[in-house]
């Protein structure tokens, strides 16, 4: 594209090319520039101002900052199970291929955890036809069979049969869990050991077998019945409004893709959140009352789950470096269209958000990487629950309630008319859930239409507060 080309030349006449030249042309004003790495070959684009890179550079660069990343938060021990949570955007697809190459590497700069992948489809609630869903879902499993990795397909209606225990954090694993330097130092060479007494086998490749492969719907093409996916329409039908809508579907993602990798043993789960990604979802959660879980839902570790720890391994990177980086190296991606809403400006607090900073973005370059930099200033203490009262239901973090005012809270209360025939009060919910999901919880509709799973887990937990409460009062 025109934009692209006179970007990747560093066109000095105007910053949206020279008008003098027309269509695709490079403007005969413009002097190449030479990398700023190995002073030599000419530069093929310019990531910063004042930071030209050449195409083999640029390689490097991007490859060495997502392995720093890995290496500077030592959370991923060698030989363990690590599942990659792949979309087909742009930044999934990138992390994905980091991975692939660091796994072929040499022997002394090899990954040396074993990865797998997830693929949450979402069609249904995105308005996609079943040819369209069938289409992408070929796409996709091409995409995930050309890594070589074991892969796992879940279909969002799969969400309305999650057992209630998604709810509870797991047990912390020993072990793996610690990230002091000198555990981790010890696991790695334990590890070199093994490998030599086995001959030098690589148990990270040698581990990627069809085996591993489920065998089950969730590895075909096939969609779910159709009543699943009418009852999944009628979930997302009720919500209210669209920014609900956007955590109902982040959360049931969430929920599947860790349950994923609880079955099948993966202590730890990569998300492809880019830097740009992480500074629209820091303002977003600040926008939706969830200030006191910035930590956590941004960090590069999030581990409120326990068995299962969430790492973001991309966070370092703009979504300008993984398009150029994509572009270049043909990396393959699936593009599925956004969450189907009948508003076509403001939808949704998230759109807001996205708007709002990329709009900055263009006029102040360095929008995105003051407000990312300024999340890395936040402590995660504010999210850890001492016990399952203290616990959020819906997102397990601590309950950021006490203390506060009675007016602060008033928005977060639901009044409802008295219950009959012992139906469910919506209302009782409430004390259960932190201020952000108070709101959220609001607009899901009429509790008939909340997944299965939720309604069991506040049950239990409600019981259980009533048999507490039970020896007191008499």
Known sequence: PPVMSLE????????????????????????????????????????????????????DYFVHKFRAMLGKNRVIFPGEKVLLALSGGSASSAMVWQVQEGLSRETAKRLRFIPGLVYVEEGAVRRQSPEQREQTLAQMKTLLQATGFPYHIVHLEEALELPPSILQPGPE??????????????????????????????????????????????????????????????????VETTTAREELLQMLRTHLILQTARSRGYPKVMMGETCTRVAIKLLTNLSLGRGAFLAVDTG??????????????????????????????????????????????????????????????????????????????????????????????????????????????????????????????KAAYIPLLCYSCRLTFKELGPLATLPPYMRAEAQRRLQRAEMEQEPSKS
């Open 8 to 59: 990747l030349t560093g066109d000095p006449c105007h910053p949206r090319g020279c008008p003098s030249v027309p269509g695709d042309q490079v403007c005969p004003h413009s002097h190449p520039r030479t990398c700023m790495k190995c002073g030599k070959s000419t530069a093929v684009l310019v990531i910063r101002v004042g930071d030209p890179f050449c195409r083999g550079c640029f390689r």
């Open 173 to 238: 694993r020993s072990g793996a869990s610690s990230t002091s330097g000198s555990s981790y130092k010890e696991a790695v060479d334990s590890f070199i050991q093994q490998q030599r007494q086995e001959g030098g086998r690589d148990s990270a490749t040698s581990s990627h077998s069809t085996q591993d492969i489920p065998a089950g719907p969730s590895a075909t093409s096939h969609l779910p019945d159709p009543a699943q996916t009418q009852e999944l329409l009628r979930v997302f039908e009720a």
């Open 300 to 425: 590069f570790v999030d581990n409120r789950h326990g068995d299962v720890m969430v790492v973001r391994p991309m966070r370092d990177y703009t979504s300008k470096e993984i398009a150029f980086y994509n572009h270049f190296f043909g990396v393959p991606t699936v593009i599925v269209p956004p969450l189907f809403t009948k508003r076509r400006e403001k939808p949704s607090i998230h759109h807001l958000v996205q708007d709002f900073l990329l709009g900055l973005q263009e006029d102040f370059p360095s929008t995105i990487s003051t407000v990312y930099r300024t999340g890395e200033k936040l402590s995660p203490e504010p999210a850890k629950a001492s016990s399952e009262e203290q616990r959020c239901l819906l997102c397990l973090c601590g309950l950021d309630i006490e203390g506060e005012e009675v007016l602060a809270l008033e928005p977060t209360l639901i009044v409802e008319e008295p219950m009959r025939n012992g139906a469910e009060s």
